[in-house]
């Protein structure tokens, strides 16, 4: 089976700020490596191949069908501009890296970028969040969610990413952790 994306190119396109006259063979690596970074990762391996053997198969339909339409696509989208935000200003030539600049138009200052792209990325994280909370309140109709093993991805329960891991990695005593801590009684 080809590689199946669960966006096109004009839902990307309708539903953000990346204008049509953008060539779909500079987005389609973009969109490859959101739908395998932050969509495999919630899903799972097994709802992820199940999901694009439906849709390749045209057979995507009832919950499927409402999972990918109602949740996945908005977080691709968002998660797609993420990843291709930094390289919208550059063009990699066979000698050269080189930025690209319009006539009647101003580049955004690296600040500027990194701001826009955190903003892209906290609406990302919002219809992530979205996604999971779907998934785990409705993880019966979708028996592969769970079912994922071995080298497979295991579906991600949180959407956010600070930078550091805050979950219980250790349950040796006398260790204390971030849940311990948040939950603790400080009227003792």
Not at 65 to 70: A, F, G, R
């Amino acid at each position: 089976m080809s590689y199946v994306l669960f966006i096109s190119e004009n839902k990307l396109k309708d539903s953000t700020a990346i204008t049509g006259n953008v060539d779909v063979e500079f987005l389609l690596p973009y969109l490859k490596v959101a739908q395998k970074k932050h969509i495999e990762r919630v899903l799972g391996t097994d709802l992820f191949e199940k999901l694009q053997s439906d849709i390749s198969s045209t057979s995507l339909s009832g919950n499927y069908q409402t999972l990918v339409e109602d949740y996945i696509q908005d977080t691709l989208v968002h998660w797609s501009f993420f990843e291709c935000i930094p390289f919208l200003r550059y063009k990699i030539m066979n000698n050269n890296i080189v930025q690209k600049n319009a006539e009647n138009s101003t580049p955004l200052s690296r600040d500027e970028a990194l701001d826009l792209r955190e903003e892209v990325r906290n609406t990302a994280e919002f219809y992530t969040e979205r996604l999971i909370d779907y998934l785990r309140h409705n993880n019966n109709l979708f028996p592969e969610y769970s079912t994922s093993s071995g080298a497979d991805v295991q579906p991600d329960k949180t959407a956010f990413y600070s930078g550091i891991n805050l979950e219980k990695m250790d349950e040796r005593p006398g260790k204390i952790t971030l849940d311990d801590f948040l939950t603790a009684d400080i009227s003792r």
